[in-house]
């Protein structure tokens, strides 16, 4: 009988990964088209490489966090975000704060999540959302250089 009370999330953190996954997907389009942007270019920049591997990393977190939803009989509801309206990306350091913005506001979702779990002793989606963080370190980090 624990086991299945467990097999459910709670309303808050529901609405917490629907909005991380959302946020995710909107990621993996913004790193599609700057990846897509550069590599139309002959002289692409070495980072044109990071943001379309990251578009696709990006994806499968996506299907990661709606799949822990599904598993554990979660509604997905995903929040529309807007799409960021440049069409030139300049020289790339544009790009690239626009990458590390975007990172970090992912970092809050997932730090906000974990609150959130912790406070409601989620500790399978605690365990889940754990290593999400850690990747967001090191992309923040090689944002950073």
Known sequence: MAAHLQSFISEECRIAINQ???FQLHISDVYLFVACYYNEDMDAPLFA????DQAEVKMEHVKQFLRYLRRHEGKICLPVIQRPNLDNWGTGIQALDSALELENKLTK??????TLASGNSETDLLRFKGKYL??????IGYLEQ
């Open 20 to 22: 991380v996954a959302s």
């Open 49 to 52: 490489a990071f943001f379309e």
């Open 109 to 114: 979702l997932l730090q906000d999540l974990k």
């Open 134 to 139: 850690d990747k967001q370190k090191r992309n």
